[in-house]
């Protein structure tokens, strides 16, 4: 999987990771860890669209529901440090839903052998799949 993501760096102009690939290309990439849960979340959370200039939520009301179903987060407090990193939606329950990184070229540039630094690419994160089949989960 780190060899998928390292190539995505010279290979293509932006990624959209999902779930678990969210989670694992935002500690790939930043470091940014994922927190194992008490219980597992499953249930609608309702997510507050915090950047709404971004692309990725052109046509989004001010929130929208996304329904969640796993045993683990990131948190936003972990993503203070990275100024490369954008939140673009939450819940109220902590939950981080989208993150965007604009800088992702320059910024793994040091982990990445022979790219170029190129600030215009974009990396985004989202930590939820937005289906559930009728199937329990």
Known sequence: MQRIFDWTQTNVHSTMNVCWGA???????????????SE?????Y???ILKPS???LNGFSD????PISRWAEIKPA???????????SRSDEQEVCIVEDHDIGASTCSII??????????????????????APV
């Open 78 to 88: 972990d993503l203070t440090d990275h100024s490369d990193l954008t939140l673009l």
């Open 23 to 37: 989670m694992a290309a935002l500690y790939h990439f930043h470091g940014v860890p994922k927190h194992q849960r």
């Open 113 to 134: 052998s022979n790219t170029i630094p190129d600030p215009s690419r974009t990396n985004t994160f989202v930590t939820s799949k937005p289906t559930f089949d009728q």
């Open 54 to 56: 971004s692309p990725y």
């Open 63 to 66: 929130d929208f529901s996304i």
């Open 46 to 48: 309702s997510q507050k």
């Open 40 to 44: 597992k979340s499953i249930r609608i």
